[in-house]
């Protein structure tokens, strides 16, 4: 099955600057890969995502980039604030409709120091 | 107007049990999803229903029995609960590949 590794577990950053959370994926048929934020006590919420046929996507300051044959997968969020402060989680899917089987991450611990 | 519902929000009871979690969303998804996270964060799935159908399942112990009498519902029941199964349950639906939406999550304590 899929197994998804991500690095680092924590990262601290100062506000303003930019965060980077690295993922690899072991399964070459995986063809989408979502990122998800989740604050404390709260619910997994989607902040971006890409598929397969796609090497990079831009949302305001957060952007993620796919390299397919390296089997890896990056978050960039830039210029931090305060309320980027939470864990991410990257996933892979096997995207097959009505059959979507997410693998997390372990999760990354971002801080963002006023 | 909530998308993904789930009760109750909490749940502590004692090790030998039975207890059950109920999930709704009025997003007009056909699939969903149960998931399991522990105390260390980790998000694993356990189970997937697609039009009421299980599509999903992960290694889960067989006290562990989801029921989806509709498209808009997945209930999780739990037989003889070990304190092991302490965690934070969430459910999550999906249409067509895309977007997962979460549920607010249960919080179970076994004693």
């Known amino acids: 099955g899929e197994n998804v590794e991500q690095h680092p577990s924590t990262l601290s950053v100062q506000e303003g600057d930019s965060a980077v959370i690295k993922c690899t994926y072991s399964d070459s048929a995986s063809n989408y890969f979502p990122w998800y934020k989740q604050e404390l006590g709260k619910r997994p919420q989607l902040i971006i995502d890409i598929r397969s046929n796609v090497g990079e996507k831009k949302d305001q300051r957060i952007a993620v980039t796919l390299n397919k044959t390296a089997k890896h997968f990056s978050l960039h969020i830039t210029e931090t604030q305060p309320e980027d402060s939470a864990v991410y989680f990257c996933?892979?899917?096997?995207?097959?409709?009505?059959?979507?089987?997410?693998?997390f991450g372990t999760g990354t611990r971002l801080t963002i120091i006023p | 107007d909530t998308a993904v519902s789930q009760t109750p929000k909490y749940l502590v009871t004692q090790m030998g049990n039975d207890k059950s979690i109920k999930c709704e969303q009025n997003?007009?998804?056909?699939?969903m999803y149960w998931y399991k996270q522990d105390s260390k964060k980790f998000l694993k799935i356990m189970f997937s229903y697609n039009n009421k159908e299980l599509i999903i399942n992960e290694t889960v112990p067989n006290r562990f029995s989801p029921k989806s009498p509709d498209k808009a519902h997945l209930n999780l029941h739990i037989n003889s609960l070990e304190l092991g199964d302490s965690a934070v349950y969430f459910c999550?639906?999906?249409?067509?590949?895309?977007?997962?939406?979460f549920g607010p999550g249960t919080r179970l304590t076994v004693l």
């Open positions: 997003l007009g998804h056909d699939t």
């Open positions: 999550a639906s999906s249409h067509g590949g895309n977007e997962q939406f």
């Open positions: 996933a892979a899917v096997l995207s097959n409709f009505g059959n979507e089987k997410l693998t």
